[in-house]
């Protein structure tokens, strides 16, 4: 409790917190039944192969349509389901729908699945893995795993031993977000990635600061010389797409070419791109 009661100001702060936490416990509890009452859907949103136009894969996006909140933003629930473990069965969704979707595109278009620090420190991963290429039928080499730099900031031995594990499935691994996590450059020594994704905050600022311009340069030379696929996110300008070309990157991702779409609308989206390539 904050010192100097008696200041109206304080109590206010205390109710707005009361308030605050009252809200989050409700939206936790919604969470947790919001696969069963059918409010998650998977959207998935094109990355495009910068050589040749062509879609190489898609990257599944969770979306949550809360009855009362409208739609509520996975920057907002994926933290809240880490915390609560919801982020176990909904992981597993959504690794189960994606690879269902993805195994009714064309034969080289891939799909790429954010998994969460949260599901790694489970060995289950590997088995949920497993479970959704053997049900739908899709290859392995067809799912594509993204984690984030905090992965490997938790358990260091067992998440190797995990990647290492799905890497020997014939599954690809992606290091998102690149360049926004502590120590990124220690991470690409200790695991093979395939991909590396330039966080979009860096295409962002590519025609304001030359900082952005210098690091885009970097992780595009340091990636192609290990040997990976460089990819960059949050492409929304012609501008953007050309400067990435240039440098070299291997693919892009953004609302230039595509929102991400309901897995309805995905054929549709194909032929548009295609047709735009040709
Ligand atoms: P992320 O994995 O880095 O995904 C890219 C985010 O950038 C998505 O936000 C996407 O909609 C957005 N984006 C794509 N192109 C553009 C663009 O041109 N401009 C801008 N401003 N944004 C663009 P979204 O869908 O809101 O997801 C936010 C984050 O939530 C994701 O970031 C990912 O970390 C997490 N997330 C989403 N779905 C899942 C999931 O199924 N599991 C887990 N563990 N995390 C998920
Ligand atoms: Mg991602
Ligand atoms: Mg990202
Ligand atoms: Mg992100």
């Known amino acids: 409790r904050a010192k100097g009661g008696g200041r109206g100001g304080w109590s206010f702060f205390d109710e707005e917190m009361d308030l605050e936490l009252r809200k989050r416990r409700a939206l936790e509890n919604d969470l947790r039944l919001a696969i069963a009452h059918g409010e998650l859907e998977v959207y998935f949103q094109p990355i495009v192969n910068l050589a040749h136009h062509r879609v190489s894969c898609c990257e599944a996006l969770l979306r949550w349509k809360h009855p009362e909140r409208g739609y509520v933003s996975p920057a907002e629930f994926i933290p809240l389901a880490e915390e609560t473990g919801a982020i176990g069965a909904i992981g597993e969704w959504v690794l189960r729908r994606a690879c269902r979707e993805a195994a009714s595109w064309p034969d080289g278009?891939?799909?790429?699945?954010?998994?969460?620090?949260?599901?790694?420190?489970?060995?289950?991963?590997?088995?949920?893995?497993?479970?959704?290429l053997t049900e739908s039928g899709l290859p392995a080499y067809r799912l594509e795993l993204e984690i984030t730099e905090s992965v490997l900031l938790t358990d260091n031995v067992a998440t190797l031993a995990t990647l290492h594990t799905l890497k020997r499935l014939?599954?690809?691994?992606?290091?998102?977000?690149?360049?926004?996590?502590?120590?990124?450059?220690?991470?690409l020594q200790s695991f093979p990635f395939d991909k590396i994704k330039i966080d979009q905050s860096f295409v962002r600022n590519l025609d304001i600061t030359a900082s952005s311009r210098l690091i885009v340069r970097s992780v595009v030379g340091l990636?192609?010389?290990?040997?990976?696929?460089?990819?960059?996110?949050?492409?929304?300008?012609?501008?953007?797409?050309?400067?990435?070309?240039l440098e070299g990157c291997d693919e892009a991702q953004g609302y230039l070419f595509s929102r991400p779409v309901p897995a309805a609308g995905i054929h549709a989206l194909f032929d548009r791109l295609r047709r735009q390539a040709a």
């Open 109 to 132: 278009i891939g799909v790429a699945v954010n998994v969460s620090a949260a599901q790694f420190r489970n060995a289950a991963v590997v088995r949920a893995v497993m479970e959704a």
């Open 170 to 187: 014939g599954v690809r691994v992606a290091m998102d977000d690149f360049g926004t996590g502590y120590s990124s450059l220690s991470y």
């Open 223 to 245: 990636g192609r010389s290990l040997g990976m696929t460089v990819t960059a996110e949050g492409i929304e300008t012609e501008a953007q797409m050309e400067h990435l070309r």
